[in-house]
């Protein structure tokens, strides 16, 4: 009877170490997927911060090239006023110079 009971004690201390060991390495695991996830999320918000800035700097190239595109609109409308008129100054010193070719 001695000897089983030797027998469990010593069965007993050793699962007890086991389990201590266990539970040893499920916190060494835990404190790693904390330290992983902290890692994965301060990645995440510098990603983030890297992408708000990307968007102010597209909205603000997107705002500069409204306005060149709006002034272009502007020039080239100007331009093809421009042109119409010296179209007509053109038919018009044309027609005069008939006339006077007329009046010789």
Same mark, same amino acid.
């Given at each position: 009877? @001695?000897?089983?009971?030797?027998?469990?004690? &010593? +069965?007993?201390?050793? =699962?007890? +170490?086991?389990?201590?060991? =266990?539970?040893?390495?499920?916190?060494?695991?835990? /404190? !790693?997927?904390?330290?992983?996830? /902290?890692? &994965?999320?301060?990645?995440?918000? !510098?990603?983030?911060?890297? %992408? /708000?800035?990307? !968007?102010?700097?597209?909205?603000? @190239?997107?705002? %500069?090239?409204?306005?060149?595109?709006? /002034?272009?609109?502007?020039?080239?409308?100007?331009? @093809?006023?421009? !042109?119409? +008129?010296? +179209?007509?100054?053109?038919?018009? &010193?044309? =027609? =005069?110079?008939? #006339?006077?070719? #007329?009046?010789?």
């Amino acid at each position: 009877k @001695q000897w089983y009971q030797r027998r469990v004690a &010593i +069965t007993a201390g050793l =699962l007890k +170490t086991a389990l201590n060991m =266990l539970q040893a390495k499920f916190v060494e695991q835990v /404190e !790693e997927h904390k330290k992983l996830m /902290e890692s &994965i999320m301060q990645a995440h918000q !510098e990603e983030k911060l890297k %992408c /708000e800035k990307l !968007e102010k700097e597209l909205s603000s @190239q997107k705002h %500069c090239l409204e306005i060149m595109l709006q /002034e272009s609109t502007s020039a080239n409308k100007k331009s @093809q006023k421009r !042109e119409s +008129t010296n +179209t007509h100054v053109n038919q018009e &010193i044309k =027609l =005069l110079k008939s #006339d006077m070719e #007329d009046l010789k």
